[in-house]
């Protein structure tokens, strides 16, 4: 009898809000600031820093493949002033940091999405968030107002995309991805749309598959890669199955949708 038997796991990486991240955008046009959010520093001045982020935020020679580009300049107080913008010219982020390789953020921080709406803003104190941190809906309304401190969450107050107060706080909580209808649904999802290889049969394999994938905000499923390999039959049947899956309930951080990761490990047997 082959069979297949799936745990779904979910070892989730997301995108924190509280990551150290160093990058920056490209485009000629970076200076072009949006109304919505102009830089604080200045960009015409002699003395700034220039450099080039590439997607995977490894450092590049020029604006030829770049994603992101990062200005800084030290200021009076020796430290350094920072924003990186987008390609099209939007500010990504403005912010300072105490040392020369931007790696200790210190102070007011604010981070914008490509649209130049504010996305989120708060205070760090050597790299630990602390006092008021706003996370903002797309259309900028407020969804998320949490006090920090010594870096711990102490209050938080949600919001609809309307405005109105959110009565039930677990429901802005953080939250894990979900397959639409939970854990039993999924598990008969799988059993059907997965089976034993038939060209694996006279093999009689026995062993797991696990696989990683991304949750997208909207829900999509995207860029699935084999994290612990079976072979190439059972890897490509893991794949497919999980390309075509429907739809999952996106994991939600700062009471909004969010992008994250979700590992599933699927084990085959033959009987």
Do not use: C
């Amino acid at each position: 009898m082959r069979k297949v038997f799936t745990s779904a796991i979910a070892l989730s990486f997301s995108l924190s809000v509280f990551a150290q991240t160093s990058t920056s955008e490209n485009s000629p046009v970076y200076a072009q600031a949006s109304e919505a959010a102009s830089p604080q520093i200045d960009l015409t001045s002699n003395d700034v820093t220039r450099k080039y982020f590439n997607v995977n935020r490894e450092e590049v020679k020029s604006l030829d493949g770049a994603k992101f580009i990062q200005i800084s300049k030290k200021n009076a107080k020796g430290s350094w002033d920072v924003a990186e913008f987008f390609a099209d010219g939007f500010l990504r982020m403005e912010g300072t940091f105490l040392d020369e390789k931007l790696e200790t953020r210190s102070g007011k921080f604010k981070f914008y999405r490509p649209s130049g709406v504010i996305d989120y803003e708060g205070v760090y104190q050597e790299n630990i968030p602390t006092g008021e941190w706003k996370f903002y809906f797309p259309n900028g309304q407020m969804s998320s107002l949490e006090v920090y401190e010594n870096g711990n969450r102490v209050r938080e107050d949600y919001w609809n995309e309307d405005g109105t107060s959110l009565i039930n706080k677990s429901s802005g909580e953080r939250l894990l991805p979900m397959f639409n209808g939970g854990q039993l649904l999924m598990s008969e999802y799988l059993k059907k749309n997965l089976q034993y290889p038939a060209e694996a049969a006279a093999s009689k394999i026995a062993g797991k598959v696990v696989v990683s994938f991304w949750v997208n905000e909207d829900g999509t499923i995207a860029n699935p890669k084999i994290e612990e390999s079976l072979g190439a039959i059972f890897d490509n049947s893991v794949l497919k199955m999980v390309n075509e899956m429907p739809k999952w309930l996106p994991a939600r951080h700062h009471n909004r949708p969010a992008k994250q990761m979700y590992i599933l490990p699927v084990a085959f047997s033959y009987n």
